[in-house]
């Protein structure tokens, strides 16, 4: 059974920092290229960062010199860890695992970004 399980969510003023995580079990977790989304009401998943099993990264332009994605294949965890928050980081984080024949997708997890 493959699970993808984020945490670290939560409540951040602006300016603040938040570190989430994606551990995931159930799948051959190094050959896999991981993903962050987010989404918020009525708008669709955007990309907001990948880390490909070679650890080649890619980011939203939106999120570039805040956001950092890495890897730790050992604990089978993939992080995003996001700096220098803003409003507009408002919403739910969700982590992909990706294969060209596989995709599975976490729970998500809230981020509110607030004063």
């Known amino acids: 059974q493959v699970q993808l399980v984020e945490s670290g969510g939560g409540l951040v003023q602006p300016g603040g920092s938040l570190r989430l995580s994606c551990a995931a079990s159930?799948?051959?977790?190094?050959?896999?290229?991981m993903y962050w989304y987010r989404q918020v009401p009525e708008k669709q998943r955007e990309l907001v960062a990948a880390?490909?099993?070679?650890?080649?990264?890619n980011y939203a332009d939106s999120v570039k010199g805040r956001f950092t994605i890495s890897r730790d294949n050992a604990k089978n965890t993939v992080y995003l860890q996001m700096n220098s928050l803003k409003p507009d980081d408002t919403a739910v984080y969700y982590c992909?695992?990706?294969?060209?024949?596989?995709?599975?997708w976490g729970q998500g997890t809230q981020v509110t970004v607030s004063s």
């Open positions: 992909n695992a990706h294969t060209p024949n596989l995709s599975f």
């Open positions: 880390i490909t099993s070679g650890g080649s990264t």
């Open positions: 159930g799948i051959i977790f190094r050959l896999y290229t």
